[in-house]
């Protein structure tokens, strides 16, 4: 079997606004999720969503920025 060669070229796209502390966050019937997109090509996008399995908004907002600075560090892998 030939060593791959392929590497992660999916980016990662996360627009923050400072003034919405609830950014990339929506309820849905009471559990909190979060979305953001990824561009597996430079033509395409993967809209990304995930339960942060909470119905606490602090601790939505917690969980999303550790999901985002695991991503950031490459500790999470884009893809699903």
Do not use: C
Request: charged share 25%.
């Amino acid at each position: 079997m030939k060593p791959s060669n392929t590497t992660n070229s999916e980016e990662l796209a996360i627009r923050v606004d400072e003034s919405n502390l609830n950014h990339h966050l929506w309820n849905n019937n009471g559990t909190w999720w979060l979305h953001y997109t990824v561009y597996p090509t430079p033509v395409t996008s993967d809209r990304r969503r995930r339960s942060l399995k909470t119905q606490n908004i602090e601790q939505a907002r917690l969980r999303r920025d550790k999901i985002f600075n695991a991503l950031a560090a490459d500790i999470l892998p884009l893809a699903a």
